[in-house]
């Protein structure tokens, strides 16, 4: 099972919010998400010592590396495609994989053996049939501690309640690593995600959507909101924030509180982004 790990503080800048949200505590992640700003500013161009610095710790096969290749993603370092290559050979965890492959994808990479990865990982998550964590209250509000569902989940795969987090997590980030890639093969299974019983997954399907810019799956993210609880539904909704699109700001209106949403409409006016992860 992947592990949670504590990012380099210097490097929370150059990660976009879905690998945040995967690494975070998970009884954090409905109010951190509802209660801040989207990712932080674009990263700054690097020079050609910061660019082999990253590779190199890239490279290293720590838990911290992977925040690394991250990084080269984002800045566009195609010329750590062997090196990642080779790490995604190496790796063994599925979640670090998941994080590799992505990261090639986004650089350009064509080989089938890392889209292939990430699309197989994706629908198991999708698939999986796992509950929420969280239990809702009758006015949609987040209730503290697993859901009994989740409970019910784990106890019938036989995870212990660290286990089955860290299950949650590896899911979260499966689904997550295909969004981040803003690849259009990716629309039929983030929609499909849409339907998944976790609001998470729900999440970041929708921000992969948003990051697309597939604005026929607009109605589709508006019934997965109105679906989910109030406070679910917010998380969701806030990826209507990113769509030019009167149906998907009269939703972000609706569903998501009213300081949230001018929070985030700055936030993006601000930084001038068209997608959650620029």
């Known amino acids: 099972m ?13 990660m ?14 409905a109010h951190a998400q509802t209660g801040q700003k989207q990712s932080p500013n674009p990263a700054p161009a690097v020079n050609d010592k910061q660019s082999a610095d990253s590779i190199a710790k890239a490279r290293e096969d720590t838990p ?8 080269i993603a984002k800045q566009g370092q195609v010329e750590a495609v062997p090196m990642l290559e080779d790490k995604f050979g190496r790796t063994k965890d599925a979640l670090g994989k998941a994080h590799i492959a992505s990261a090639l994808v986004r650089l350009g990479d064509k080989k089938d053996i890392y889209w292939d990865f990430l699309a197989r990982q994706a629908t198991v998550a999708i698939e999986s049939g796992i509950p929420d964590i969280f239990a809702y209250d009758s006015q949609g509000k987040l209730i503290p501690g697993p859901s009994p569902e989740f409970t019910s989940w784990s106890q019938a795969h036989n995870l212990s309640p660290a286990a089955a987090q860290e299950q949650v997590i590896s899911f979260l980030g499966a689904v997550m690593s295909l969004a981040v890639t803003k690849d259009w093969r990716a629309v039929p299974l983030l929609r499909q995600a849409l339907s998944a019983r976790n609001y998470m997954i729900q999440s970041a399907a929708a921000e992969g959507l948003a990051a697309i810019q597939d604005k026929e799956s607009i109605p589709l ?17 806030r990826s209507l924030v990113y769509f030019d699109d009167p149906e998907a700001q009269a939703a972000v209106d609706k569903y998501v509180p009213k ?17 959650p992860w620029d």
């Open 221 to 237: 993210i508006v019934d997965a909101v109105k679906k989910a609880p109030a406070e679910a539904g917010a998380v969701i909704a």
């Open 16 to 29: 976009p919010l879905c690998f945040l949200c995967v690494l975070v505590l998970i009884g954090a992640f």
């Open 64 to 71: 911290e590396s992977i925040y690394y290749v991250e990084e």
């Open 2 to 14: 992947p592990h949670t790990i504590n990012p380099p503080a210097s490097r929370l800048g150059c």
């Open 259 to 275: 300081d949230s949403a001018k929070a985030l409409r700055e936030d993006r006016a601000a930084r001038r982004t068209k997608t």
